[in-house]
């Protein structure tokens, strides 16, 4: 298989200033040395959509071993683009390329301070009425700007990267298909490559039904994970750092619920690993396990009751776990390096209400990225350096709305009709009493995934536009633990999709929302609850938007061709719901009375386009009121400003022709002797 991505050459990036804003000497007086945190909101001009729409400064930030540079995806011209730029002031040439058409950036890593490797992600055409997604890398050299693909002489699907070298040498280990069709081909191999010339080396032979494939610190690859479909069972390969024969140490039946035992990272000189499972009460953790036995040795950290465990920072060597996060709603960043926790809790005592999230490290950890922010705004982006204690302001995320606070966020809690309890985020326009409002119902996509109070520009624009938004995390989403998790299971389009009316029962109740202006508007699985809501519920919502929305459940969940995995899959789906065709909204069409405002972006590889386009020829042939924005260069998430622009404008067109919110009200003076 053979396909053609084109990448841009170089373009040019503007300067990068820096703003001293603190010294380390003065870490226990820190909140008068960094920036102070905004000021309370007060009356503003509501920015414009194009102001919402703006692409954020970077995403995937990640600073180079040195701590010298930085690779991300930019923002540059209303385009999300591959960059690498120097953080100091200097006639260094930034390298920004654009990323392949009908392609989505995965991921961005560093291998030394001269080159970066990008991994791409398409959908493409394999044989009649067949598209698969297919997954493949490039490099770039920063200094001579040269772009290498590597492993593109492969004929398989999926290339992963498995590990990067820490000296500062340029091998990376992949593991690529080199078929399409099942045999000894199909299964991944893993080949050491030179990201600076694409020459590679097999170092591990592909095994029949191992799909993937980890290495410790130091390169050697010491496990695979192997699953067999038609038995619905999941094996672990297993072999000492000193190499040898891989052997089997842990099954685990899918059908039975059972786990399967998989190392996050490998302690160097034992045979221990650390691992993430629950403990005997139900609460997830982190582990040190003997691999031989996958024994515990010992608990490494535990989440706190109904939380999970979130990202892993890890040394750069891959052999010392730094620190991690969890879901939980508050102190839910926890550093194992006290140096890093010292700094962490320096950050927190100076920056008040705000979060200060460090996302990346220089291989010392003497340098960093720290992103400071609340929910309420972008936030910034900053350099700091433990040496001369200085905090330097990168760029603000998003110039055209800078840092001031915009609507009020806060996570709200409600119990569902069942008992259930559910937490949301709820945001406000402040410009306005919080009584009575227009409310707009926005569940998260997935629905395997969860809504943090974070900056969302979704939700702030809506606010913005006068509208109460709520974001339920209804049963079945993640961060909440294993068993409420599963209380999703047979409750796709029932108790899920009731958990969202009964957020909107309870901003009602609370006297929040005006239950006759009540709108719903989601994207993917989001899209799919918004179109559904209008099905299920037909009396309470005036309108609907679904973005990206699955139609059709039995077309999407029934789509995997011939992936390894299809039945697995299938069984996953069929305990989400018991039957695909009555929950599925291109079935309910007679039901919709609201109107329906379908957007939909002909590169989305996430959800096909098709989903849309025959929801909206179901709904026209019903002769129901519906619109659909098709957009030819949009992908998933919408990564072009110009596709966030038409996105935006469009949500607030509908919105305000079907459930205005009107002007906000004239403040009236008070009586009340109260202050």
């Known amino acids: 298989m053979r396909t053609k991505l084109t990448i841009a050459g170089l373009v040019l990036f503007g300067a990068l200033g820096s703003l001293h804003l603190s010294t380390k000497a003065q870490a226990q007086s820190a909140a008068s040395s960094l920036p102070a945190s905004p000021a309370p909101a007060v ?106 693909k590597l492993m593109w002489d492969l004929n398989g699907q ?81 072999r000492s750092a000193g190499g040898g024969q891989f052997r089997t140490i842990d099954r685990a039946n899918s059908r039975k ?34 691999l031989p036995t996958q024994a515990d040795v010992r608990a490494v950290f535990t989440a706190p009751a109904g939380a999970d465990i979130g990202r892993l920072v890890v040394s750069d060597d891959g052999t010392t776990l730094l620190g991690l996060t969890t879901t939980a709603a508050t102190d839910n960043v926890h550093w194992f390096d006290p140096a890093l926790g010292e700094l962490q809790a320096s950050f927190n005592k100076a920056i008040g209400d705000r979060s200060a999230r460090i996302v990346s490290l220089s291989r010392d950890r003497q340098r960093m990225l720290v992103v400071l922010g609340r929910p309420d705004t972008p936030g910034a982006f900053y350099y700091y350096d433990t040496a001369g204690g200085k905090l330097h302001r990168v760029a603000i995320m998003n110039e055209a709305l800078g840092t001031r606070p915009l609507a009020p966020v806060k996570m709200i809690h409600y119990t569902a009709r069942d008992g259930t309890g559910i937490d949301a985020v709820l945001t406000l326009p402040n410009d306005r009493e919080a009584k009575a409002l227009p409310i707009v119902m926005l569940p998260h996509g997935g ?18 536009r006068g509208y109460a938004v709520l974001q339920p995390n209804f049963r079945g989403s993640t961060g909440y633990s294993e068993e409420f998790l599963r209380k999703g299971e047979g ?35 989001g899209g799919y609850a918004a179109m559904w809501g209008v099905a299920k519920d037909p009396e309470l919502y005036r309108c609907a938007i679904s973005i990206a929305g699955v139609a059709s459940i039995r077309a999407e969940v ?18 989400m719901t018991p039957d695909f065709a009555a929950v599925s909204p291109i079935n309910a069409v007679a039901r919709i009375t609201a109107p329906l405002l379908l957007i939909h972006g002909k590169r989305d590889v996430t959800v096909d386009h098709d989903q849309s386009s025959k929801m909206y020829g179901r709904m026209r042939e019903a002769g129901k009121q519906v619109e659909f924005l098709s957009l030819p260069l949009a992908d998933h998430y919408f990564t072009r400003q110009e596709d966030r622009l038409q996105l935006l404008s469009a949500i607030e067109s509908f919105l305000a022709r079907h459930n205005p919110a009107g002007a906000p009200p004239v403040a009236q003076a008070s009586n009340s002797s109260n202050p």
């Not at 390329?97 to 291998?111: D, I, S, Y």
């Not at 039904?209 to 050697?220: E, H, L, T, Y």
């Not at 029934?558 to 305990?575: E, I, L, P, S, T």
């Open 257 to 290: 619920r059972e786990a399967l035992f998989n190392p996050v990272l490998f302690l160097p000189g034992t045979e221990h690993a650390l691992a993430i499972h629950d403990d005997e009460q139900g609460r997830a953790g982190v582990f040190e396990v003997d």
């Open 447 to 464: 629905p395997w995934a969860q809504d943090t109070a974070s900056y969302d520009y979704w939700a702030q624009f809506i606010a913005s």
């Open 43 to 148: 009356p503003s001009p509501t920015p414009p959509v194009e102001a919402f729409a703006r692409i954020p400064f970077v995403e995937d930030a990640e600073i180079s071993p040195n701590g010298g540079r930085l690779a991300g995806l930019f923002g540059i011209g209303g385009e999300q683009k591959i960059g690498v730029l120097s953080l100091f002031a200097g006639s260094e040439i930034p390298v920004m390329l654009r990323v392949p058409e009908g392609t989505q950036a995965a991921w961005v890593r560093w291998v030394n301070d001269d080159n970066i490797i990008i991994g791409l992600r398409t959908l493409l055409p394999i044989d009649v009425g067949e598209r698969w997604y297919v997954s493949q890398a490039i490099a770039i050299n920063r200094v001579s700007g040269k772009i290498t």
């Open 491 to 525: 409750q796709m389009g029932l108790a899920m999709q009731d958990d969202i009316t009964d957020g909107l029962n309870w901003a009602v109740s609370q006297g929040i929302a005006d239950p006759k202006r009540a709108c719903i508007v989601g994207a993917s699985y």
């Open 158 to 238: 999926n290339t992963d990267l498995v590990w990067v070298a820490s000296n500062g040498s340029p091998e990376v280990l992949m593991a690529v298909q080199n078929s399409i069709y099942i045999g000894d081909e199909f299964w991944p191999a893993v080949y050491r490559v030179n990201v600076e010339t694409g020459s590679k080396r097999r170092v591990v032979d592909g095994r029949t039904n191992v799909s993937d494939w980890a290495a410790d610190g130091q390169g050697n690859v010491r496990t695979g994970v192997g699953y067999r479909d038609d038995s619905r069972t999941f094996s672990l390969l297993y």
């Open 558 to 575: 029934n789509d995997f061709g011939q992936n390894v995995m299809a039945g697995k899959f299938r069984d996953d789906w069929k305990r």
